[in-house]
């Protein structure tokens, strides 16, 4: 079987980078035809070279004069497969998918030090302005003041950086509604852009959420309550983030727990398909709209037998009754 060297060990990169020179027809490493003073060109064929079996490499590097010898080999093999892991880095760090999980992070960094700095804000405009207002809204208050002192414009100037902050947040929400749907299609009409996004971010990237079992996507984002569990410290997590959704959130607890199952379920099947094939599948989305009526149904045929059972002979219901 054919093996890309890219991705494995440097032991296996020495021992699977090669590749057979049909044109000759004797085993040529990935060295063949590539200049030796050119990482580039030496990076691109470890990486798409391949080998069936290992060979004696270094050996051959020397026999076709692209070595003088096998300390020489290694040095350039080195080089090729460092170039080809940067270019690689590079790529994935381009990739669509990272740029959601950076703006998600961005969201939640701006948000944080937003409302860190309003709180500072407020507490220094208060003592300056008797009529200063908290938050974020009182910190937009504070920016369109003019100020008479000194302190008054260190805190006029305070207040800007945090609507400054606030502002960001927003412009960087309305990005990842946007770019979510591009990347991850399925996802994002299920969970919606924003819980899409977070689910990409702490699975670490939509390849690394497609391969999760459902179990695991149900959990992201609970991990400590699920390490507190393991150590006997706290009973089992029935969710993580997909909590936020209303399907789980918005269910009644006793049923919150199939119905986070049951949409963990559909949210994997849903990253497979966004990064597998990238195209909306309508089924996916019905079937869940489908599996969650009936889990809500129950909570409709409970309240109507605990109606029936607390009901008298003439047909009240025993509570309250005079």
Same mark, same amino acid.
Request: hydrophobic share 35%; charged share 30%; with cysteine.
């Given at each position: ?66 070595? #003088? ?37 961005? &969201? ?34 504070? #920016? ?11 805190? &006029? ?16 929400? #309305? ?13 994002? =009409? ?37 390490? =507190? ?67 809500? #149904? ?25």
């Amino acid at each position: 079987m054919s093996q890309n060297p890219v991705g494995t060990s440097l032991y296996t990169r020495l021992q699977l980078c090669g590749m057979t020179d049909d044109s000759r027809g004797t085993e040529a490493g990935w060295f063949a035809g590539v200049d030796p003073d050119d990482p580039a060109s030496g990076a691109t064929a470890v990486r798409e070279g391949t080998a069936d079996s290992p060979r004696d490499w270094p050996r051959l590097a020397v026999e076709s004069g692209f070595t #003088a010898d096998e300390q020489e080999y290694y040095d350039r093999l080195r080089e090729a497969t460092t170039t080809a892991t940067r270019e690689a880095v590079r790529e994935r760090e381009r990739a669509d998918d990272r740029q959601l999980i950076h703006a998600i992070r961005a &969201v939640d960094d701006c948000e944080r030090t937003a409302n860190e700095l309003a709180e500072r804000a407020a507490e220094w405009a208060g003592g300056l302005f008797d009529d200063a207002s908290p938050g974020i809204d009182g910190a937009r208050e504070v #920016a369109r003041r003019e100020p008479e002192t000194d302190a008054e414009r260190r805190a &006029v100037s305070l207040s800007t950086r945090v609507v400054d902050l606030a502002d960001e947040r927003d412009e960087l929400a #309305a990005y990842v509604e946007r770019v979510a749907p591009a990347v991850a299609p399925n996802l994002s =009409a299920m969970a919606g852009p924003e819980l899409a996004a977070r689910l990409i971010d702490l699975a670490g990237g939509l390849e690394s959420l497609a391969k999760k079992p459902s179990g695991t996507v149900q959990l992201l984002g609970a991990e400590d309550a699920l390490f =507190a569990h393991l150590s006997g410290r706290a009973p089992s997590p029935k969710h993580g983030v997909i909590y936020t959704h209303e399907f789980v959130r918005n269910t009644r607890s006793e049923d919150r727990g199939s119905a986070a199952r049951a949409f963990a379920g559909k949210l994997t099947l849903a990253a497979r398909v966004d990064h597998y094939s990238g195209t909306f599948r309508e089924e996916l989305h019905e079937d869940l709209r489908e599996r969650m009526a009936t889990i809500r #149904a129950r909570a409709e045929t409970h309240s109507d037998g605990a109606d029936a059972a607390g009901a008298d002979d003439d047909g009240t219901t025993g509570v309250g009754d005079e």
